[in-house]
């Protein structure tokens, strides 16, 4: 049997205390415990020392309104779920509506009839719980939806001998932003990074998708380009309409260092050169993959000293702060230096410097390869 202290609490925000002490009573005598505060000051400090599952709220206080409580709590992530039912004298419909646009979910009229607040107060209350239990639920999915994704993608721990480093920061806890390291040969390692269109959960369980399918044409027998279009012919059949990467793919022989890059619609890829004051924007124009049959894609070779570095990256990374090329310079610049770093510390240091400041709006990822 559950003890008093796990009965719901019931805070009264009236300024009259002969209605504040009918519903205490009726809502002791209901199983409820309760608080009360008779002024706008004192119920946001109830409310922030009590955490009430449920608030009585008066329209008309001493130094406020009733409104201007709601509207304080509408704008906490703590207590913006808080049901909050209005009791008030005034029963004409603007200010009901007033009361229910400022978040208020329900409106009782004075004077006061027990059998029905007793009834809204259970209705509501149970509506919050099941509410906090479909949260509870989604948030268990989504965590199996994130973990079960980063099992898709190669830590660079299993796979050293790759020379890759990544950070990926998912809005979502799952996301669109992908990548995956491929080994193709002795010596010959496969990176691919790709952006679904959409960032919600559904963007994420496609990647399995493309994960699946870069698996099995990822081979010393197909050629990058060869890869990328076998990927956007299956694409195109199983996508739902509107639905694409973004994508880059690139193949690295690091015995000789020559690396194949092939962009499909992909922000171009950083080269950090040794010799060069200046990092490399690798530009290449590519139609994305999965919504055209006849898609065409960018193409490039080039050779890579030992020492050098390429990264690829998603367009959270050079959104959200001036124009597109201001945001591509910005990554350039963090990723050319400080060169003294490591690559598994320097991935991580970008990030922080270009989203410093930045509101989470977008996925993450930067996958930086050294050869």
Known sequence: MQGHDSSPLILVVDDDNSIVRTLEGLLGRAGFRTATAGSVAGALRGISEEHPDLILLDVHLPDGTGFDICGALRDEVKTSSTPILFISAADDTSTKIRGLEAGGVDY???????????????????????????AELQAERVGQLASAQKTLMASPEDFPEACFAVSIRQVLSAGGDFYDVIATGEDIADYLVADASGHDLGASLWTASLKALAAE????????????????NCLCRILPSGAFFTLVYARLNRRTGRISIVNAGHPPPIVVRLDAAEPLILRQEGDVVGAFADAVFGAAEMTLKKGERIF???????????????????????CRSPRSLALHDLVPVVVDEVMAGLPAADDTLLLGVER
């Open 108 to 134: 009782i009229t004075k004077p006061i009839v027990g059998a029905e607040v007793i009834a809204r107060v259970r209705t509501h209350l149970r509506l919050k719980r099941a509410y906090d239990r479909i």
């Open 312 to 334: 690829f990256y998603t367009d959270g990374l050079i959104e959200g702060r001036g124009s597109y090329e201001e945001g591509l310079r910005r990554l350039a610049a963090a």
């Open 217 to 232: 044409y990822a081979s010393p027998m197909h050629l990058p380009l060869e890869i990328v279009r076998a990927i956007n």
